[in-house]
């Protein structure tokens, strides 16, 4: 599909480092690198075989811009499924750039963002949602989200997904053959082999349609808010989790007006996490639009940690606050443990389950926490190596092909005919196709590519 042009970016990061990484793929791929390149063994990259890498220097017009390696990848069997050669230069950027203009000049078209991946994909060596994982992997923040991202890279996801497919398209061939041959001495598949096709797709189905929040949030992260009134110690907790001073920490109540936004990993769970003012009525205006800020956080959050002071007792702030957290998911967060408590736990379970009690100041009792979040959040649940299902398209395609298999469930026990029940379980196998790539459309294709980095 590419044939007509050859890509060339760099791979590696928009930064100095100690390797920079060039790709350039395509037919030309090694025709065009010959022009740029020259190896101290004299040989051409063009009469090479693939996993070969050579030692010269990558050049612009008879002028050396640095020495490199040079390695050869031969189609079917690199990255992107083309021919492709890496040039491997020393990482500062103005030489990356040099002898990436270079290598335009010698007939190369630059790379599109996610176009290499792309390429794979359309040249069948990864299917959408192992294409989709390249990125997962790339922005992992943690353990959880890169294991996985690697499973599903590896196939795990594709995996499941094909072989729900697998039983309902041999079903489907079955009854397909029998309704449209009736004449042909073909046995009809029979309704009890038939629905337990159907009862074994949908359970498989379910399972991964259950753990799709906790599987988003493990390659994703999640939006959480602290909250409190003044002075509960949020921006010490805010430091606490950030293990940097982010919100500036006072005696003063009222001291963080705006919001205080930081991505952090708790326990391999990403939090975008937001630090807000005290919550609480004033008359200074500025206080005030925090105090507004802080309360649309709240309602937006997936996650809320309410933070209490335990050496306090409860104020009417701090019941307002949690009737606010009704409804949500929310850990109530008791602070400053280190200090003479009043007895408050007692009071806050009545609102909120999730009752944890820690020491911003001291660190005591981050674990916990972390304990806490992955619970109510469902991630210590999920196999990180198993299928999961990471975004709202591969939810989506997952819950209409469950709709059809159970339409088709409904309809075999109510004695529809079976070449209706057959139209369902069709159904179903295009949505699964669709998922992995098999039958998704160019548009939904392009969209899912647009989002990689340039280089990959």
Same mark, same amino acid.
């Given at each position: 599909?590419?044939?007509?042009?050859?890509?060339?970016?760099?791979?590696?990061?928009?930064?100095?480092?100690?390797?920079?990484?060039?790709?350039?793929?395509?037919?030309?791929?090694?025709?065009?690198?010959?022009?740029?390149? =020259?190896?101290?063994? @004299?040989?051409?990259?063009?009469?090479?075989?693939?996993?070969?890498?050579?030692?010269?220097?990558?050049?612009?017009?008879?002028?050396?811009?640095?020495?490199?390696?040079?390695?050869?990848?031969?189609?079917?069997?690199?990255?992107?499924?083309?021919?492709?050669?890496?040039?491997?230069?020393?990482? &500062?950027?103005?030489?990356?750039?040099?002898?990436?203009?270079?290598?335009?000049?010698?007939?190369?078209?630059?790379?599109?963002?996610?176009?290499?991946?792309?390429?794979?994909?359309?040249?069948?060596?990864?299917?959408?949602?192992?294409? @989709?994982?390249?990125? !997962?992997?790339? /922005?992992?923040?943690?353990?959880?989200?890169?294991?996985?991202?690697?499973?599903?890279?590896?196939?795990? +996801?594709?995996?499941?997904?094909?072989?729900?497919?697998? &039983?309902?398209?041999?079903?489907?061939?079955?009854?397909?053959?029998?309704? !449209?041959?009736?004449?042909?001495?073909?046995?009809?598949?029979?309704?009890?082999?038939?629905? !337990?096709?159907?009862?074994?797709?949908?359970?498989?189905?379910?399972?991964?349609?259950?753990?799709?929040?906790?599987?988003?949030?493990?390659?994703?992260?999640?939006?959480?808010?602290?909250?409190?009134?003044?002075?509960?110690?949020?921006?010490?907790?805010?430091?606490?989790?950030?293990?940097? @001073?982010?919100?500036?920490? =006072? @005696?003063?109540?009222?001291?963080?007006?705006?919001?205080?936004?930081?991505?952090?990993?708790? &326990?391999?769970?990403? +939090?975008?996490?937001?630090?807000?003012? *005290?919550?609480?009525?004033?008359? /200074?205006?500025?206080?005030?639009? &925090?105090?507004?800020?802080?309360?649309?956080?709240?309602?937006?959050?997936?996650?809320?940690?309410?933070?209490?002071?335990?050496?306090?007792?409860?104020?009417?702030?701090?019941?307002? +606050?949690?009737?606010?957290?009704? *409804?949500?998911?929310?850990?109530?967060?008791?602070?400053?443990?280190?200090?003479?408590?009043?007895?408050?736990?007692?009071?806050?379970?009545?609102?909120?389950? /999730?009752?944890?009690?820690?020491? $911003?100041?001291?660190?005591?009792?981050?674990?916990?926490?972390?304990?806490?979040?992955?619970?109510?959040?469902?991630?210590?649940?999920?196999?990180?190596?198993?299928?999961? +299902?990471?975004?709202?398209?591969?939810?989506?395609?997952?819950?209409?092909?469950?709709?059809?298999?159970?339409?088709?469930?409904? $309809?075999?026990?109510?004695?529809?005919?079976?070449?209706?029940?057959?139209?369902?379980?069709?159904?179903?196998? /295009?949505?699964?196709?669709?998922?992995?790539?098999?039958?998704?459309?160019?548009?939904?294709?392009?969209?899912?590519?647009?989002?990689?980095?340039?280089?990959?």
């Amino acid at each position: 599909m590419f044939e007509e042009k050859t890509i060339a970016a760099i791979a590696t990061a928009q930064s100095a480092g100690g390797i920079g990484v060039i790709r350039v793929s395509g037919s030309k791929a090694t025709e065009i690198c010959d022009r740029v390149f =020259s190896g101290i063994s @004299q040989k051409k990259l063009s009469d090479s075989v693939g996993y070969r890498a050579y030692f010269g220097k990558v050049s612009d017009g008879g002028k050396d811009i640095d020495e490199c390696v040079a390695t050869v990848f031969r189609a079917p069997h690199s990255y992107t499924g083309e021919d492709v050669v890496e040039i491997s230069c020393h990482g &500062g950027l103005f030489v990356l750039k040099k002898a990436l203009r270079a290598v335009f000049e010698a007939g190369a078209t630059p790379a599109s963002a996610g176009e290499f991946t792309q390429r794979a994909f359309l040249n069948g060596k990864i299917d959408l949602t192992q294409a @989709q994982a390249v990125m !997962d992997l790339i /922005n992992a923040h943690g353990e959880q989200s890169a294991d996985a991202a690697l499973a599903t890279l590896e196939g795990a +996801l594709s995996s499941e997904i094909k072989g729900v497919a697998s &039983g309902l398209i041999s079903a489907s061939a079955s009854l397909g053959a029998w309704v !449209d041959y009736p004449d042909e001495d073909i046995e009809e598949l029979k309704q009890d082999v038939l629905l !337990d096709t159907l009862e074994k797709s949908k359970k498989k189905l379910e399972k991964l349609i259950n753990g799709f929040d906790a599987g988003k949030t493990i390659m994703h992260g999640v939006n959480a808010v602290i909250v409190g009134k003044p002075n509960v110690g949020k921006s010490t907790l805010m430091n606490l989790l950030s293990g940097a @001073q982010k919100s500036i920490v =006072s @005696q003063y109540a009222g001291t963080t007006r705006d919001a205080v936004e930081n991505t952090v990993t708790l &326990g391999g769970i990403v +939090l975008h996490l937001t630090d807000t003012a *005290g919550i609480r009525e004033s008359d /200074n205006p500025v206080e005030s639009i &925090g105090v507004e800020i802080a309360r649309k956080k709240l309602d937006l959050a997936t996650l809320v940690l309410a933070v209490f002071d335990s050496s306090e007792d409860l104020t009417r702030e701090d019941f307002e +606050l949690l009737e606010s957290c009704k *409804g949500k998911i929310c850990i109530a967060v008791i602070n400053k443990c280190d200090l003479d408590a009043k007895n408050t736990r007692s009071e806050i379970e009545k609102y909120v389950e /999730n009752v944890v009690e820690i020491s $911003a100041k001291t660190g005591e009792g981050k674990d916990e926490l972390a304990k806490c979040v992955a619970n109510v959040l469902g991630t210590d649940k999920i196999d990180a190596s198993s299928a999961i +299902l990471s975004d709202e398209r591969q939810f989506y395609c997952t819950k209409e092909a469950l709709k059809c298999v159970d339409e088709a469930i409904d $309809a075999l026990n109510c004695g529809v005919t079976l070449d209706a029940v057959n139209v369902m379980i069709d159904s179903a196998v /295009n949505f699964l196709q669709s998922l992995t790539g098999e039958k998704a459309g160019e548009s939904v294709v392009n969209e899912i590519f647009s989002r990689f980095c340039v280089g990959k």
